[in-house]
Structure formats: structure tokens, C-alpha cells
């Protein structure tokens, strides 16, 4: 039997998020067929994703010399580098040169709403994965991923998104810059996210916790920069 209720509390953070990114949208309501457009292939992306992954995973558990490297590896380059990269791809294919993409913290929008589409997936994989343990280990799951994971894809989106921003509407000499920290920035983050949990060390929910409240405070700072430059075009 399906856990319907389950599926739906798994979701539940990522639309959370979404509502709370459209809601700061201060200046100019972004259109929702195509917010639900880039969320929805924030869920599809996964179907590529995965299979890179493992694809790396197997690369990785052959070629890496030590424990730490390959820890390093799965970190950086498996999770980071090709999760970040696929959900930048998707705002990049759904929304980037569009007409509505026309203001910085139109980079922020969709590239929250493309990784809470990716977490949302994400979460429904893992959730279902422990409830085959038991109900009670599911539970856990959609709590602890409710308040880590998930705001820390979101945070990654955020950071990629206020550097895409500028990317768009920057001049060149400065354009190409933005363009390569959205991408380079995130991976670091989520790499470092993935890093303190895989080396499975005491207190590393600890250290990750704070981590997110500290990447918290700076995602409030990118916002509110981003929507004071945002303001200027109206």
C-alpha cells in the first residue's frame, strides 16, 4: 500500500519554501505556469541526475586512493557539483531568457523553486526508502529532512539564484563572473552540507545545524540585496 499521507508530508517543506519565495517576490509576481513549470522539472531533473550519480559513484569507488578522498569526492563532485549543476540547467532551459526574467530576484525565484522541486523528489525517494523499515523510521526522516535538507537545497537555490540575477543584467565584463559563482558557490555549500555528514563524526548533526543557521543569515543578506538592486527596474 502507497503511504498517500506520507508522500504528502514529504512535499509539504518544499511547497512551504516555494510559498515563501513567491510571497518575498516583492515588485513583480513571477507567472505561476511558469513557476510550476520550473518546480515540475525540478522533479523531472532527477531522472537524470540519478543515473549520473551512480554513473560517478562507481568512478569514484574505484579511482579514489583513501577513505577521505573519496568522501571528498562523493561530497563535492557527486552530490554538489552534479545536483547543483542540473537544477541551475533547469532554470536556465525554463526561465533564464524569458521576458519575465526581468529583474535580479527573478534568480533567486526560480532557482529556489527548482531545487525544492529536486529536495521534493529527493525526500519522497528517501521517505519511501525508510518506510519499508518501519513507519516509525519514515517519520523521522520527514522530520529531520523537513528542517535540513530540504531548507538547505532551498538555501543553495538561493545563493545560485542572487548570483544568477546579476549574471542576467550585469555588464559583460561582469556577467560572465556572476555566471560561474552561481555555480561554483552552491556546489561549495552543498558539498561541504554532504562533507561533515559522510565522515559520520560525533556532533556532525551539530556542526551541520549551525552551518544552516549561519547560511540562513546570509541567504536573509542575499535577498534583501537582491530585492533593494530588484527595486531599481520599476
Known amino acids: 500500500m502507497i503511504p498517500y499521507k506520507l508522500i504528502i508530508l514529504s512535499i509539504a517543506p518544499s511547497l512551504f519554501i516555494a510559498l515563501y519565495i513567491y510571497v518575498r517576490d516583492k515588485f513583480e509576481k513571477e507567472p505561476l505556469h511558469l513557476l510550476l513549470k ?96 518501519s513507519y516509525q523510521e519514515a517519520i523521522t526522516v520527514i522530520v529531520l529532512r523537513g528542517i535540513m535538507a530540504v531548507p538547505a537545497h532551498a538555501m543553495f537555490g538561493v ?29 561549495l555549500l552543498h558539498g561541504f552540507y554532504d562533507f561533515v555528514l559522510m565522515l559520520n563524526v560525533y556532533g556532525a548533526l551539530a556542526i551541520v545545524g549551525i552551518y544552516e543557521l549561519l547560511l540562513f543569515i546570509y541567504c536573509l543578506r542575499l535577498i534583501k540585496r537582491s530585492q533593494e538592486i530588484s527595486r531599481l527596474y520599476f
Open 38 to 133: 520550473t518546480f515540475v522539472w525540478g522533479v523531472l531533473i532527477s531522472a537524470v541526475v540519478v543515473p549520473v550519480e551512480y554513473f560517478l559513484m562507481a568512478y569514484g569507488s574505484i579511482s579514489a586512493s583513501s577513505r577521505i578522498s573519496f568522501i571528498v569526492f562523493e561530497a563535492f563532485i557527486v552530490a554538489g557539483l552534479t545536483e547543483e549543476y542540473f537544477k541551475r540547467l533547469v532554470v536556465l532551459r525554463v526561465a533564464y531568457d524569458t521576458p519575465y526574467f526581468n529583474q535580479p530576484f527573478d534568480g533567486i525565484v526560480y532557482c529556489v523553486f527548482s531545487a525544492v522541486g529536486f529536495a521534493a523528489i529527493e525526500n519522497v525517494g528517501y521517505v519511501l526508502q525508510s518506510f519499508q523499515t
Open 159 to 187: 545563493v545560485m539564484g542572487y548570483y544568477l540575477g546579476f549574471a542576467r543584467f550585469a555588464p559583460a565584463d561582469r556577467s560572465y563572473w556572476y555566471f560561474k559563482v552561481s555555480l561554483i558557490l552552491p556546489m
